[in-house]
């Protein structure tokens, strides 16, 4: 059983470049959430969908943006990388607040 | 704006023995609280959750505990093992959106 899945697990960006960070939950969940969690803090939420076609603004979503065109894709893009973006990203996908949420392993993006 | 605050970096208690690990909040629209556990380069895992309409929540050795007039929880590993070294985030819902706290970093000693 997969759960989510996301890729890459690591990658180096050079300042003003673009990438899409990818997720899949093979689960048939609703609810999708982006995190990046930087050294020392907590999990700050980017973006969240709560089902195909809607999506909505976290806590920091400025420099980035998502789609949900299908219940299991849930991807991140990055338009013009900058170094204030290096941090851990985490994807989960889940169904109701009080069963928890399935977080992916992370991708860990470094911004030069 | 921290709305959920884990104020312990780090915890270390002895094998066998009870950890207890605290998280304060300051919205009082909260409807769920978590708990999840974090190894190195890997994502959380969730671990236990608690409503707001309830005072506690036990699952095998873990108990979470929650005190809305002081706007303060608690998670209690009894009795805590070795493989309980870990990041513990506490976390909290409203409106769909999660709120995490900074962790808090156990080590249990055997």
């Known amino acids: 059983n997969a759960g989510v899945t996301q890729t890459p697990k690591f990658r180096i960006l050079k300042i003003g470049q673009s990438m899409t960070l990818q997720c899949t939950q093979d689960m048939n969940h609703n609810y999708m959430y982006w995190y990046r969690q930087d050294p020392g803090m907590g999990l700050k939420l980017i973006y969240y969908s709560v089902g195909a076609g809607i999506t909505d603004k976290g806590e920091v979503p400025n420099g980035y943006n998502v789609s949900r065109s299908t219940t299991e894709d849930f991807p991140l893009r990055l338009e013009l990388a900058a170094p204030s973006q290096t941090s851990v990203y985490f994807c989960?996908?889940?169904?109701?607040?009080?069963?928890?949420?399935?977080f992916g392993s992370g991708t860990r993006l470094t911004v030069v | 704006d921290q709305q959920v605050k884990q104020n312990s970096p780090s915890l270390s208690v002895q094998e066998g023995r009870i950890s207890i690990l605290n998280c304060d909040y300051t919205n009082s629209m909260f409807d769920y609280f978590l708990w999840y556990k974090k190894y190195p380069a890997e994502g959380p895992t969730f671990l236990i959750s608690?409503?707001?309409?309830?005072d506690k929540n036990e699952d095998g050795r873990f108990t979470v505990f929650l005190n809305k007039s002081a706007k303060h929880l608690s998670l209690h590993i009894v009795p805590s093992q070795p493989g309980d070294s870990a990041v513990y985030f506490c976390a909290a819902e409203t409106g769909n959106q999660f709120y995490f706290g900074t962790g808090t970093s156990l080590t249990v000693i055997p």
């Open positions: 989960a996908s889940g169904e109701a607040a009080n069963y928890g949420y399935t």
């Open positions: 608690i409503s707001s309409i309830k």
